[in-house]
């Protein structure tokens, strides 16, 4: 079935209509300065095209919010919504075929183009028996597929550019019908704006813009010096959808109005405004203090048990006194009994220092001598004199000290 939605009027006073069934079956690309008549444009076609297919509208400014009035489009209001929810939400739009309004409005750049990423890949990703056709529609495209990055993160501008090259590139086989709008097309992703097959290009003034759409429509750059002549609401079609040359045509009125209109001069009140400076100067209001939420003290018991235990963790060890000369002895006499012990063994003249050292270890902790132990190089010497038969009295003697220290300087 041919459905032909009627966009206008001709140059030469002919209607101009749109075939939406060629619609569904390419892409169409929307290109003018600001003020040329572009979102005039989308709006035209959304109520023209509105009671036969459904349609999605990513609006960062809020301005297509009144089609819902007249059309029932559901209104979703991105900012209340996660970008979970938001991908849920645009699969069940789809599954159900209701025509929605992602309003973007009150969002950063970047939270705008998460949410729009999401909400896209919610559409795209719905199951097969659920491709029904549907256009798409993107008003400012550049701010969702930048040319360059910009001051978003590179995460969200990575998402937000592959949400959009998918609907441009492969949306057709899922019955998605991308339309974008921009005002800037050398902003505008050029693997995005390159997949349309449908051009409507306004009012243009930079060179940048009028080259890359005389690039586009496979004009010459002469001929694109036109588009700065056109009126707001004229355009310039080209497309298997609306005309194969070149045609110019003026957009007809809408049902509906955008929710921001076009601001018109207005008079300034005469009557002059009494104390202005007080007015305008005034102080800010005081800023609301919110009230210190004072924490529950804690129960008595907890206290006095954490006072208990913080003390007992302050509280010096007692130190242990000093050992008397006696003591030492003693000490001397048991660790060289141990000592003896581990040389009388049959096989102690054949074993290495390290495990004679890890039992006579072993003997002192049953003797209760494990605080005592020597260290290995102490140990050594220990087992030095004892194989060469001194005993401890002789290494208390002052002129063996003297040598004990002489030994020490040289290497083992």
Request: contains cysteine; glycine residues 8%; negative net charge.
């Amino acid at each position: 079935m041919t459905v032909a939605i009627e966009m206008g009027e001709t140059s030469a006073g002919a209607t101009a209509a749109l075939d939406l069934e060629e619609l569904l079956a390419t892409r169409l690309l929307v290109q003018g300065n600001s003020g040329s008549g572009k979102s005039h444009l989308l709006r035209r076609l959304l109520e023209q095209s509105a009671p036969w297919v459904q349609q999605t509208i990513i609006d960062p400014e809020g301005d297509f919010v009144s089609l819902a009035e007249r059309f029932g489009h559901l209104v979703i209001d991105a900012e209340e919504h996660t970008e979970r929810g938001l991908q849920a939400a645009g699969e069940r739009a789809r599954i159900h075929r209701v025509s929605t309004v992602l309003n973007l409005e009150g969002l950063d750049a970047e939270n705008q183009m998460r949410r729009a990423a999401a909400f896209l890949g919610g559409l795209f990703e719905v199951a097969r028996d659920h491709w029904y056709p549907m256009l798409v529609v993107v008003d400012e495209a550049q701010l969702f597929a930048p040319a360059v990055a910009g001051e978003v993160s590179d995460e969200a501008r990575k998402l937000s550019l592959g949400a959009m090259t998918n609907l441009m590139c492969r949306g057709r086989k899922r019955g998605l019908a991308g339309i974008i709008a921009t005002q800037r097309l050398a902003k505008l992703a050029k693997n995005v704006a390159a997949e349309a097959s449908n051009f409507l290009m306004g009012r243009t003034f930079l060179d940048i813009d009028m080259a890359r759409a005389a690039d586009l429509l496979g004009m010459e750059r002469r001929q694109a010096e036109a588009f700065r002549d056109l009126e707001r609401g004229q355009f310039m079609a080209l497309g298997p959808a609306l005309s194969r040359r070149p045609l110019g045509l003026r957009i007809g009125p809408t049902d509906t109005k955008p929710r921001n209109g076009t601001p018109r001069l207005m008079p300034l009140p005469e009557a002059a405004l009494e104390d202005a400076r007080a007015i305008i100067l005034a102080a800010p209001p005081p800023e609301t203090v919110r009230p210190l939420r004072r924490a529950p003290s804690p129960d008595l018991l907890d206290q006095l048990m954490a006072a208990k235990s913080a003390a007992l963790e302050i509280r010096p060890e007692p130190a242990e006194p000093a050992p008397s000369a006696e003591d030492l002895a003693e000490r001397r006499e048991r660790m060289d009994r141990v000592l003896g012990a581990v040389l009388a063994e049959p096989d102690a003249g054949f074993r290495v220092v390290g495990v004679l050292y890890q039992e006579f270890v072993v003997r002192c902790r049953i003797e209760g001598l494990a605080s005592v132990v020597p260290d290995l190089a102490e140990f050594r010497r220990m087992l030095t004199r004892a194989r060469a038969g001194l005993g401890s009295e002789m290494a208390e003697d002052d002129a063996w000290r003297d040598v004990s220290v002489r030994a020490s300087l040289l290497p083992e």
